[in-house]
T-cell receptor
Framework: DTAVSQTPKYLVTQMGNDKSIKCEQN?????MYWYKQDSKKFLKIMFS???????INETVPNRFSPKSPDKAHLNLHINSLELGDSAVYFC???????????????FGNGTRLTVT | AQSVTQLGSHVSVSEGALVLLRCNYS??????LFWYVQYPNQGLQLLLK??????LVKGINGFEAEFKKSETSFHLTKPSAHMSDAAEYFC????????????FGSGTRLLVRP
């Protein structure tokens, strides 16, 4: 059983296109995240949702729009793709948002986005 | 604001040798600290975490880390490297008063020579 699953695994597209990445978790977690990993392996948080409510939006261009239809799903839609959007995008989930901070993140296997 | 610094983007050891991956953190409040491992073409997996209980934390695959407040460090060690340990390792910090943001270091690639 895959705990956090993302689709697609690879995404190759041209500049200007619109694309979506889907994420689902079956861990019963309340909080989900999108992270971006660049070519130097640096990981940066993009968004966080808790019980379908947006908690974190880290200075991400408006072309990126997360959507959480329920707390088990967090999708990422990207409009007008640019070359600089090429990266690996990771979905993750954690058990709790409340004060504590000790809940580890469970990551999906990533979506490698290549914009040509 | 919290931050994490990992010294050395690449560490190379021989199989059977000691593994030491360095992590220093900066946080104005007590931190939670984590080590994650990323194998090629996979997501990150939790190795271990420090949450203010014991300062020496044992994780999976024989790894452990020691929290040293005086040195603001959380170095990862393993007594004897195995070929299967070759991967990218990330140190991360979150604050004890807000769990929603995990800040990652830049990662250290561990190479294990036969």
């Amino acid at each position: 059983d895959t705990a956090v699953s993302q689709t697609p695994k690879y995404l190759v597209t041209q500049m200007g296109n619109d694309k979506s990445i889907k994420c689902e978790q079956n861990l019963g977690h309340d909080t989900m995240y999108w992270y971006k990993q660049d070519s130097k392996k640096f990981l940066k948080i993009m968004f966080s949702y808790n019980n379908k409510e947006l908690i974190i939006n880290e200075t991400v261009p408006n072309r990126f729009s997360p959507k959480s239809p329920d707390k088990a799903h967090l999708n990422l839609h990207i409009n007008s793709l640019e070359l600089g959007d090429s990266a690996v995008y990771f979905c993750a989930s954690s058990q709790e948002l409340s004060a504590g901070g000790s809940s580890p993140l469970h990551f999906g296997n990533g979506t490698r986005l290549t914009v040509t | 604001a919290q931050s994490v610094t990992q010294l050395g983007s690449h560490v190379s050891v021989s199989e059977g040798a000691l593994v030491l991956l360095r992590c220093n953190y900066s946080s104005s409040v007590p931190p939670y600290l984590f080590w994650y491992v990323q194998y090629p073409n996979q997501g990150l997996q939790l190795l271990l975490k420090y949450t203010s209980a014991a300062t020496l934390v044992k994780g999976i695959n024989g790894f452990e880390a020691e929290f040293k407040k005086s040195e603001t460090s959380f170095h990862l060690t393993k007594p004897s490297a195995h070929m299967s340990d070759a991967a990218e390792y990330f140190c991360a910090v979150s604050r004890m008063d807000s769990s929603y943001k995990l800040i990652f270091g830049s990662g250290t690639r561990l190479l294990v020579r036969p």
